[in-house]
């Protein structure tokens, strides 16, 4: 049940599951904070019965995630995605031995804790943060 107003000596709720709204005069119900407790319960014809009807709705921000917190990949907008480190690059590491000799190879390990992120559904890899 959602609250919808105080009037006088009676409040109105409305039932989530079908609309129906229902009319429950003071004496069937103790109010504490912002919350009513009533007794009987409130029934609906629709099957749903409240006992505790609270001012405070909850706040959708807090319950679902919004599209910004969820990972998506940029081309098919799955969210099956891994991440793992980029590792060893063996083509710099062919570039870095021709130009510098052995010393070289270690270019290889050049951007090797940037994050590498991969799509699961379609195979689109993308670095992490762009």
């Known amino acids: 049940m959602i609250y919808i107003q105080e009037d006088g000596q009676y409040i109105i709720v409305k039932c989530e599951k079908c609309g129906a709204e229902h009319r429950k005069h003071r004496v069937s119900y103790k109010k504490y904070g912002d919350e009513f407790h009533f007794n009987p319960p409130i029934s609906c014809s629709c099957g749903i019965t409240e006992r505790i009807v609270s001012k405070e709705s909850p706040n959708p921000s807090t319950t679902q995630p919004q599209d910004y917190d969820v990972i998506k990949c940029p081309q098919c907008g799955s969210t099956q995605i891994h991440a793992s480190n980029k590792g060893f ?42």
């Open 89 to 130: 690059g063996l083509g710099k590491a062919a570039i870095g031995g021709i130009a510098l000799g052995p010393v070289g190879l270690l270019g290889g390990f050049a951007g090797s804790q940037k994050v590498m992120i991969t799509c699961l559904q379609c195979g689109h890899r993308w670095k992490s943060g762009s």
